[in-house]
């Protein structure tokens, strides 16, 4: 029980870090490729957040994440990469071998370096 609670708490801290910044990562894209674009940029902060600690990361971690991710232009160049793989899909995206190698080069080609 103490797991699913502290589960869901970290859910809804997710939530209330992401929630201010949805707009700007989906960008004018289409619906179908705003949800590729946030996965990838969930997957990406991730990743950052979890490669630089040596304890648990915290939320705060993320968001600090986060907000590099956007500032260091990251987000935008996630987003164009997307619209110009997916965008002429006419909504069937992810649906081929081809494609799914296509997202996870855009999501491996953006990791963010110690340095970042």
Not at 43 to 59: C, D, G, Y
Request: hydrophobic share 45%.
């Amino acid at each position: 029980m103490l797991y699913t609670q502290s589960f869901h708490s970290n859910l809804k801290q997710l939530h209330d870090i992401l929630s201010p910044v949805c707009a700007d990562l989906a960008g004018s894209l289409p619906v179908n490729l705003q949800v590729l674009n946030l996965g990838a940029a969930i997957i990406i902060v991730a990743a950052r957040t979890f490669w630089l600690q040596s304890r648990e990361a915290t939320p705060s971690d993320f968001q600090i994440s986060l907000g590099q991710y956007m500032s260091l232009g990251i987000a935008d160049k996630v987003r164009n990469e997307i619209l110009e793989a997916f965008g002429g899909a006419g909504g069937e995206v992810y649906t081929s071998d081809e494609q799914n190698a296509r997202l996870l080069q855009i999501v491996l080609e953006n990791q963010m370096g110690l340095g970042a």
